[in-house]
Structures are given as C-alpha cells and as structure tokens.
C-alpha cells in the first residue's frame, strides 16, 4: 500500500521570502504521478503542481516549483517569493491508477 | 460555471437520521468520487464511480451508500448517521486514463451530527 508522510505539520514564512515543505512516499510501483494541492481557507481543494515519475526534470509552476528525487522517494515543495495569498494547508498527494493517496497536510502560514 | 458542485454546502443534523449528499460535475469526465476529510484535515477517498461502475470502495460502513445515477452525478447517502460521520466530504472527478487522472474537487460539504 502506499503511504505519504509530511513531517511538518505546521510552518512559517515571512512575504516575499522562500518556504520549502517537505514529503516522502513509499510505493513499489515504478510509474506514478504525484501532487501537490493547496486547501486555503475557503477549503477549495486546487491543484498546486504535478510530477510524473518517469520524468527526470523537476516541474515548476511560476512560483511553485518541485525537487523529486524518485530513489529516495522525495517530493518537496518549493514556494518562491511567497506572498499573503499563499496562506493554506498544503497536501501532497500520491497518484497511482484511480486513487489519490493524501499526505497529512503542512499548515503554511506567510506573514506580513 | 462551476466544474464540480456539490449540495449542500452545509448540513446540520441530528444522530440517527438518514442525509444525502449530490454532487453534478459539468466537465465531461467519466469517474467520481467522495472523500472524506476529518476534523484533523486528513483526506481519504471512500468511493470511486467509472461510468456509474462502484470500481473502489473503501472500509467504509455499510451506511455509506454511493449512487450514480449518470456519469455526471454521484450522490452519496448516508444512513443512521453518527457523530463520528461529522467532517467535511469532498466531491471529485477525472478523466479515468489508467495511470493518470487529475481530479478536480467540488467546494465540499461540512456535515455535522449533533
């Protein structure tokens, strides 16, 4: 079975600054995809940014980039120049087939 | 235009009784699903629908049931609800590719037992 962790469960950054939260999953499968979604207050579920497994090239999204590294099976989240609006719980979640595995969630905070 | 929608946004109930949930999605797609996110924000899938086909059913209790009446709804009625039901159920679709679906989620449905 598939699992991902996020070991943090809450962080802070200030404006305009830099904020990476961290995940690992555990999985046997080869080709999978993974993602990160972002649940602010309104608690709207909205896709951040997805990775395919396969693919070497970390996936960037304006602000929103990715540092995968399959064999150790990490799947990090780096926000740059972080902004009020970036306020929200964020899930990584794991892709394999027709289900999403969640990860427990980071609670990110940006202050002014 | 809303993708995904679900009703009600809100629902206040008391233990025992039996609530539906619906959720239409305009996007096309031809699998559904529920998820249920707990009072610690923790999100687990409970349901999966292809083409009105159940194809994932969690450990869910046998009061959890899905309906879908056409690829664009899937309805989820619950039966003898208890406090511990109480969470938000997100609503979901997607294209179903085999490896790869991106889901699209609905705004969701806060549901507390009383």
């Known amino acids: 079975a598939q699992t991902v962790t996020q070991s943090q469960p809450e962080m802070s950054v200030q404006e305009a600054e830099t904020v990476t939260l961290s995940c690992t999953y555990d999985t046997s499968e080869n080709n999978y995809y993974l993602f990160w979604y972002k649940q602010p207050p309104s608690r709207q579920m909205i896709l951040v940014i997805r990775?395919?497994?396969?693919?070497?090239q970390n996936a960037t999204e304006n602000r929103f980039s990715v540092n995968f590294q399959k064999a150790a099976k990490s799947f990090s989240l780096k926000i740059s120049d972080s902004q009020l609006g970036d306020t929200a719980m964020y899930f990584c979640?794991?892709?394999?087939?027709?289900?999403?595995?969640f990860g427990a969630g980071t609670i990110l905070r940006v202050k002014s | 235009d809303t993708a995904v929608s679900q009703t009600p946004k809100y629902l206040v109930t008391q233990m025992g009784n039996d609530k539906s949930i619906k959720c239409e999605q305009n996007?096309?797609?031809?699998?559904m699903y529920w998820y249920k996110q707990d009072s610690k924000k923790f999100l687990k899938i409970m349901f999966s629908y292809n083409n009105k086909e159940l194809i994932i059913n969690e450990t869910v209790p046998n009061r959890f049931s899905p309906k879908s009446p056409d690829k664009a709804h899937l309805n989820l009625h619950i039966n003898s609800l208890e406090l511990g039901d109480s969470a938000v159920y997100f609503c979901a679709s997607s294209h179903w590719s085999g490896l790869y679906n991106e889901q699209f989620f609905g705004p969701g449905t806060r549901l507390t037992v009383l």
């Open positions: 996007l096309g797609h031809d699998t």
């Open positions: 979640a794991f892709n394999h087939g027709n289900k999403l595995v």
């Open positions: 990775q395919e497994a396969y693919k070497q």
